[in-house]
């Protein structure tokens, strides 16, 4: 009498094609999970499983890193629901981009931190109250750049703050610009952290800016239409690409009036992709315009940029500038997490930048999201016209 052989995995994803930049694979195979683990990828895994669900025609990649995001819902009121807007659209993990400031940290931490069941991180804000109200810039009293309280915050949560946060623009920073850049970059040196530097309706032309900026830090929307932006005309600007050769990080953040198609198109064609692609979603933006990230990447796909290389900076690329590679986030190990997210390109769509112009694109859905080993439950698309 012959004795069947118990299944040897909880999970396997059959047939997909894996895509997993950190490692370079690219190629159909099966992706089998046991408990939180990865515990094999190969070929001919599905007989083994207790579930089999079937990824052919559909791309599989790690479960997605958001580098830039709004989540600090409740206070702030361009905070979004990190589960409902990022975990249940394919991202495992998400940097808050200085929605809290050193006074509201602990609110953050307690109900976004440890309130949420996706891995959350943070850009502190360098003044004390953080982004509460776009209508009111939060730097527009320089005094609330309060270096001690911001450092002990820094020095006291590591698992959290990762770095510094400022935005640029007149509304916040108002005729002090570039004197709060220089004192935020002080900050952050002195935490041995980077800062992320919001640009869009500054004062000072960018490479102004940039000359401030040291390795590791981060320009964030690198594709805004708005004045001092990172192109001359159809070409990138030299001081930009001397920047990036020096170490500067450029980061997409589509956010509600941030991304502009033209901008994205001409940048790309002249191979200047982001380092990280994030969304910037927020409460202005998580029904349209910007929608979620994978939105986002299926636009700058559809302006010219590689799926394979979208990922990259989707995944590996935001988990290094974390450090949440450190804890296993952005890649497709045997033996590593098992967080997946199983992308499916579907029908034509017409999807807007935050001008209001639109591009009829394949648009991406994550069919299958896994965090932790465990199915998540996804919610669908929240916008979008067929084309």
Not at 14 to 26: C, F, K
Not at 42 to 54: F, N
Request: proline residues 5%.
């Amino acid at each position: 009498m012959s004795v069947s052989t118990p299944p040897q995995f909880d999970l396997v994803l059959s047939g997909g094609t894996v895509l997993d930049p950190a490692s370079g694979r690219n190629e159909r195979c099966d992706v089998a999970i046991a408990g939180e683990r990865i515990a094999a990828i190969g070929s001919g895994l599905a007989g083994q499983a207790k579930q089999v669900i079937d990824t052919s025609g559909s791309t599989v990649v790690p479960g997605l890193v958001e580098g830039h995001s709004h989540v600090f819902q409740d206070v702030s009121k361009v905070g979004a629901p990190a589960d409902e807007a990022h975990l249940r659209r394919g991202v495992v993990a998400v940097a808050d981009a200085g929605t809290a400031g050193a006074s509201t940290f602990d609110a953050f931490r307690q109900l976004v931190v440890e309130g949420n069941a996706l891995r959350v991180v943070n850009f502190l804000n360098v003044s004390v109250l953080g982004l509460i109200d776009f209508r009111f810039g939060e730097l527009l009293n320089p005094d609330t750049l309060v270096v001690d309280d911001a450092l002990a915050v820094a020095e006291q949560n590591p698992d959290v703050v990762r770095g510094f946060k400022i935005r640029l623009s007149e509304d916040v920073v108002g005729p002090h610009g570039e004197s709060l850049l220089k004192r935020s970059i002080a900050l952050a040196e002195q935490a041995g952290l980077p800062l992320m530097v919001h640009i869009g309706e500054t004062e000072e032309p960018l490479p102004v800016v940039l000359e401030h900026l040291r390795p590791g830090d981060i320009v964030a929307h690198c594709y805004t239409g708005k004045p001092h932006g990172i192109l001359d005309g159809d070409a990138v600007l030299a001081e930009v690409m001397a920047a990036r050769e020096r170490g500067v990080l450029f980061d997409s953040a589509h956010g509600k009036s941030n991304l502009s198609f033209e901008v994205a198109r001409r940048a790309i064609a002249n191979g200047f992709l982001p380092d990280v692609l994030s969304s910037d979603t927020s409460a202005r933006n998580w029904r349209g315009p910007v929608f979620d990230l994978v939105t986002s990447i299926a636009k700058l796909v559809a302006l010219g940029a590689p799926l394979a290389e979208c990922i990259r900076r989707a995944t590996v690329a935001p988990a290094r500038v974390l450090g949440l590679d450190r804890e296993g986030y952005g890649r497709l190990t045997v033996g590593g997490r098992a967080d997946v997210t199983v992308l499916t390109e579907t029908s034509e769509v017409v999807l807007p930048d935050a001008a209001g112009n639109v591009i009829t694109a394949a648009r991406l859905e994550p069919t299958t999201v896994i965090h932790n080993g465990a199915l998540v439950e996804t919610v669908p698309w929240r916008g979008g016209v067929s084309a």
